[in-house]
């Protein structure tokens, strides 16, 4: 049997079965939410003698009632100016700070408690005209319009549910999860319908803009996966939603593809349905910050932003840290 014909009969007896586990991660936790206390902190290096002036900017934790709620955020920036700003188009918050003698390593951090959800569907973010448009490594036409028709999922007579159900089948039967490959990691959707591997930026692409040619709304989000209890990470995970009438829809169509093979049941359920083990902290593609930044456009928002009088500053891993334990 092939993999999705796997994942459609697990689908099914998950519907059946009333998807009474209640979360999609490898635990069985006793409730539908997680509290924990969270830190995001980068250490900006040195610049070179002469530089004027130094601005950094940090995502801030999404804020989606019943998704994902935010509580005692502090700030730290010793000698540092630091404010808190949105974006326009996707309602990003951020700090920006400013420093005007970058010649000592700048140190910025946030922390606060964050209270996450199961996500089902029960987000309340706006809609918005993005959710349909193309981003720079996502179209909407060609080849991603000659794939939707391919689906048969730009039929607007046949239900949403139905369409995007179909669209997800296709991008875990075709697609590996694989990183040990040239182009990677940039969530182009040519990649993932030509080399049809790649990480969740990769996975993601292929959905959203197969989606969005077949004219539903969809949108990414980028984040921090958590293990239980306390950690530590200096990398990011992204997932997906399309909207079904007034309600947001998750995916999380790589993590499924880890263990579709072994366990086809408990991957099925990354449709519509995501644990509470992440943190969201951005969503959308091409991504112009607030106050704008000189360097164009970031193809998406997780890692700290920094530019030197107006050049980007080339920062690594090891220059931040995501830290997390229980409340």
Request: with cysteine.
């Amino acid at each position: 049997m092939t993999k999705q014909g796997s994942l459609g009969i697990a689908l099914l007896a998950a519907l059946l079965a009333g998807c009474a586990r209640v979360d999609c991660g490898a635990r069985a936790p006793e409730t539908s939410w997680r509290q924990y206390s969270f830190t995001y902190s980068t250490t900006i290096p040195a610049q070179p003698a002469g530089t004027k002036r130094l601005s950094v900017w940090l995502p801030l934790p999404l804020v989606d009632p019943g998704v994902q709620d935010v509580a005692d955020l502090k700030v730290e920036a010793p000698g540092t100016t630091v404010r808190q700003t949105t974006e326009a188009r996707y309602g990003n918050r951020m700090l920006h700070a400013v420093v005007l003698d970058p010649s000592t390593p700048a140190t910025i951090s946030w922390s606060a408690t964050i209270t996450r959800y199961q996500d089902v569907g029960q987000g309340s973010l706006p809609n918005q005209e993005w959710y349909l448009r193309a981003n720079a490594l996502i179209p909407v036409g060609g080849v991603a319009l000659d794939l939707a028709r391919e689906l048969q999922v730009d039929d607007q007579t046949v239900p949403v549910a139905t369409r995007a159900q179909t669209v997800y089948d296709d991008v875990l039967a075709a697609m590996a999860y694989d990183k040990k490959h040239d182009g990677w990691g940039q969530g182009s959707f040519e990649h993932a319908t030509t080399v049809c591997m790649g990480n969740c930026t990769d996975f993601h692409a292929r959905f959203i803009g197969t989606m969005r040619a077949a004219r539903i709304p969809s949108r990414f989000t980028m984040g921090i996966p958590m293990t239980p209890g306390a950690g530590e990470y200096d990398s990011y995970h992204c997932w997906a939603h399309w909207l079904d009438g007034e309600h947001w829809k998750p995916v999380d169509i790589s993590e499924a593809d880890k263990i579709v093979a072994n366990d086809p049941e408990l991957a099925a359920r990354f449709f519509g349905r995501l644990g509470y083990d992440r943190l969201a902290l951005s969503i959308g593609r091409d991504i112009t910050l607030e106050p704008p930044q000189q360097s164009g456009p970031l193809n998406y928002f997780v890692f700290p932003h920094a530019e030197a009088d107006g050049q980007k500053v080339n920062l690594s891993k090891s220059d931040w840290t995501f830290t997390w334990s229980d409340a």
